[in-house]
């Protein structure tokens, strides 16, 4: 079974950090992943932890950078819409570089898949998120140095249950993906963005497959919430 796994990155370098080290750590035994990240190469951090775990030989995972102008990049439909298309997988997932999959999360899903086959749309039910973390806190000096790989503590984060398949919690059939796309006859979603903001286009995407998602129980699934958002590093991208 082959899965992609979708993530964009813009000033979240840290982040993608421990996203990426998540699969160097755990990497799968029960299915392969394509692990894609859309990036511009004026995110020179982001290029670097790129670069990086491009030299990483893990078993189970294929590492997948596919650039976007900052436009294209800022409005996060345009790469998910693209990536759908062109998938070859059997699962694809939506998600985003705060998202940590860590032990067993993968294979738990290999296994869960199969059970599901007739489903368009997943969503994990249950996320371990931490707190707000501030910029200062010591899981991102961690990385502040530069590329490496990096493990979270468990013991930071508590659950967080969500009813539907909402932003990086979208795992869709490859064969729907490949049909529908990513809301991409939806004008405004697939309009370069001036600044990487707040996005609705999971919600007009539910809407367009008829289903919010079914719930998974997906265990070692975590989220890294922080309060320095990459979007306010943004404000030069007004000159596009």
Same mark, same amino acid.
Request: one cysteine or more; hydrophobic letters at 40%.
């Given at each position: 079974? *082959?899965?992609?796994?979708?993530? @964009?990155?813009?000033?979240?370098?840290?982040?993608?950090?421990?996203?990426?080290?998540?699969?160097?750590?755990?990497?799968?035994?029960?299915?392969?992943?394509?692990?894609?990240?859309?990036?511009?190469?004026?995110?020179?951090?982001?290029?670097?932890?790129?670069?990086?775990?491009?030299?990483?030989?893990?078993?189970?995972?294929?590492?997948?950078?596919? @650039?976007?102008?900052?436009?294209?990049?800022?409005?996060?439909?345009?790469? #998910?819409?693209?990536?759908? =298309?062109?998938?070859?997988?059997?699962?694809?997932?939506?998600?985003?570089?705060?998202?940590?999959? @860590?032990?067993?999360?993968?294979?738990?899903?290999?296994?869960?898949?199969?059970?599901?086959?007739?489903?368009?749309?997943?969503?994990?039910?249950?996320?371990?998120?931490?707190?707000?973390?501030?910029?200062?806190?010591?899981?991102?000096?961690?990385?502040?140095?530069? &590329?490496?790989?990096?493990?979270?503590?468990?013991?930071?984060?508590?659950?967080?249950?969500?009813?539907?398949?909402?932003?990086?919690?979208?795992?869709?059939?490859?064969?729907?993906? #490949?049909?529908?796309?990513?809301?991409?006859?939806?004008?405004?979603?697939?309009? &370069?963005? *001036?600044?990487?903001?707040?996005?609705?286009?999971?919600?007009?995407? #539910? @809407?367009?497959?008829?289903?919010?998602?079914?719930?998974?129980? =997906? &265990?070692?699934?975590?989220?890294?919430?922080?309060?320095?958002?990459?979007?306010?590093?943004?404000?030069?991208?007004?000159?596009?």
């Amino acid at each position: 079974m *082959r899965i992609q796994i979708v993530s @964009h990155c813009w000033n979240y370098s840290r982040l993608l950090t421990y996203q990426l080290s998540s699969l160097a750590l755990h990497p799968p035994e029960k299915l392969d992943v394509i692990m894609t990240v859309f990036y511009n190469e004026e995110d020179q951090r982001t290029c670097e932890v790129l670069d990086y775990f491009a030299e990483r030989d893990v078993p189970g995972v294929t590492w997948q950078r596919w @650039h976007q102008e900052k436009g294209e990049l800022f409005r996060r439909a345009i790469g #998910r819409n693209l990536a759908a =298309l062109a998938n070859e997988v059997d699962w694809i997932w939506m998600t985003d570089c705060d998202q940590v999959f @860590h032990e067993g999360c993968l294979d738990a899903l290999a296994e869960l898949l199969p059970q599901h086959r007739d489903a368009k749309l997943l969503f994990p039910r249950l996320v371990a998120c931490t707190s707000h973390l501030e910029e200062d806190d010591s899981l991102f000096d961690a990385v502040e140095a530069g &590329p490496r790989i990096v493990d979270i503590e468990p013991r930071q984060f508590s659950p967080v249950e969500h009813f539907k398949a909402v932003g990086a919690l979208q795992i869709v059939r490859g064969d729907v993906a #490949r049909e529908v796309g990513y809301c991409k006859d939806i004008a405004r979603f697939m309009r &370069p963005a *001036r600044q990487f903001g707040r996005t609705r286009e999971d919600r007009k995407f #539910r @809407h367009l497959l008829g289903t919010h998602g079914d719930p998974i129980e =997906l &265990p070692g699934l975590f989220r890294i919430e922080h309060r320095p958002k990459g979007r306010r590093r943004l404000r030069p991208a007004r000159q596009l």
